[in-house]
């Protein structure tokens, strides 16, 4: 099983800023593999990237992801208040599919 | 655009069977994609349980295999979730979703549904 590791655990920051959040694997994930995805109180997860570069439809250009290997990152630029949720990155190359234990982000 | 419903009893007794149903619209579950349940726990966060193919196959989490059971029933275009003999550790939001295939993020999830296991 490939553990995802995220750090920060909690991320504080002022708006109009940029957040980095990270995740590390266990082991080598292909860059087609790797998704990152938004938790808000009482909402489904959004997906906001794929294949560790691609934003999903209808994302804004504020999200950007990168990364290889077993270092990516995801990066929200210009921090807005609407950004407080739990961010986590995902593996979907082995099974079984893991996430990694999420980065809450405060503004 | 795939939309995605979970339905069930919120409340289950420890050492019992959750059971939840998610009902797809906008989509025939008989023409592909892969359907998923995956819940979160504030401790954990979260954890893909299985998936089932349209065909009926089926993929678990090996944490989880002994305990779980997941079906499609292409005639009501919905599928289902079985996890049995419960405890306080399952307490969590369940949600239904789909994969467009066996290797791919989750691209539409239904909205949740908390359940709690009670002693």
């Known amino acids: 099983e490939i553990v995802l590791t995220q750090s920060p655990g909690t991320l504080s920051l002022s708006p109009g800023v940029r957040a980095t959040l990270s995740c590390r694997a266990s082991q080598s994930v292909d860059t087609s593999y790797l998704a990152w995805y938004q938790l808000k109180p009482g909402q489904a997860p959004r997906l906001l990237i794929y294949g560790t570069f691609s934003r999903a439809s209808g994302i804004p250009d504020r999200f950007s992801g990168s990364g290889s290997g077993t270092d990516f990152s995801l990066r929200i630029s210009r921090l807005e208040p609407e950004d407080v949720a739990v961010y986590y990155c995902h593996q979907y190359r082995t099974s079984p599919y893991t996430f990694g234990q999420g980065t809450k982000l405060e503004i | 655009q795939v939309q995605l419903q979970e339905s069930g009893p919120r409340l289950v007794k420890s050492s019992e069977t959750l059971s939840l149903t998610c009902a797809v619209s906008g989509y025939s579950i008989s023409n592909g994609y892969y359907w998923a349940w995956v819940r979160h726990t504030p401790g954990k966060g979260l954890e893909w349980i299985g998936s089932v193919y349209h065909s009926g196959d089926t993929y678990y989490n090996p944490s989880l295999k002994s305990r779980v059971t997941i079906s499609a029933d292409t005639s009501k275009n919905q599928f289902s979730l079985k996890l049995k003999s419960v405890t306080a550790a399952d307490t969590a939001v369940y949600y239904c979703?789909?994969?467009?295939?066996?290797?791919?993020?989750?691209?539409?999830w239904g909205q949740g549904a908390l359940v709690t296991v009670s002693s």
């Open positions: 979703a789909t994969l467009t295939s066996f290797y791919s993020f989750f691209d539409y």
